[in-house]
């Protein structure tokens, strides 16, 4: 147990620049409470005394703001970053050196019993206020961009953002903690950016069409009897 404490303490020491001391993670870092509290829990809940396991994830969660129910199954040094609204379902897995930040929901969407929630894999890193829905799997090393909502799997070492989530595949991802929003890829945005760069070209291919023809187009004055159909010759040129 002594050394499972270790263990949680220097996660926090490694992943946290805020961090000063180890004392200070004791008083003041509710993701560290919530986690203790959970491995306690989780043995009342495994050993029949899910009563009991209920009412202290209850009291975690009163203390902490996070809500993890005791049935999750949590990997070795998961880190949660501040935590406060963070809600993980009772059949979630979270695999080792996962970090959590605040607001992420691993929920599920149904109500038949059974496998119903997401299972982390290594690694991975689940952005502020996202939503991890559903028995789905998120690979080894994945990155989970803020607000994004996942609701398929996503393979390993690969970056998903948006709403619904897409996935974007980064070949050589660092495995190195790292979560900085404004360098994550974005293909809404490079999606925009291609139909303007299209748009572009049409524009000056029409101005040609238009000069080669002797036709003066202007902002004021649009002649409502010229057809693109009248651009071109009878043989098609």
């Not at 979560?179 to 293909?187: G, I, R, S």
Request: proline share 4%; hydrophobic share 40%.
């Amino acid at each position: 147990m002594f050394d499972g404490l270790k263990s949680e303490i220097n996660t926090f020491k490694e992943k946290d620049p805020a961090m000063r001391s180890s004392i200070e993670i004791f008083l003041c870092y509710p993701g560290f409470y919530a986690l203790v509290f959970h491995r306690i829990s989780h043995w009342f809940w495994n050993h029949s005394l899910k009563l009991l396991a209920r009412i202290l994830s209850t009291i975690s969660r009163f203390l902490t703001g996070i809500e993890i129910h005791p049935g999750a199954q949590f990997g070795k040094r998961v880190f949660i970053d501040h935590g406060m609204g963070i809600v993980v379902g009772e059949t979630t897995i979270v695999g080792d050196d996962v970090l959590i930040y605040q607001g992420v929901v691993l929920g599920g969407t149904t109500t038949s019993k059974g496998k119903r929630h997401p299972t982390i894999e290594k690694g991975v890193i689940i952005g502020a206020g996202a939503k991890v829905m559903g028995n789905i799997t998120i690979g080894e090393y994945a990155k989970i961009g803020t607000g994004a909502v996942v609701l398929k799997d996503v393979p390993p070492e690969s970056t998903c953002v948006g709403v619904p989530g897409r996935i974007v595949k980064c070949k050589n991802q660092s495995h190195v903690v790292d979560l900085e929003h404004n360098k994550l890829p974005d293909p809404v945005a490079a999606a925009i950016r291609s139909l303007e760069k299209q748009i572009e070209e049409n524009e000056k291919l029409i101005q040609i069409l238009l000069d080669k023809n002797g036709i003066c187009l202007t902002e004021e004055k649009i002649d409502d009897k010229v057809k693109f159909g009248d651009l071109f010759n009878e043989n098609g040129d």
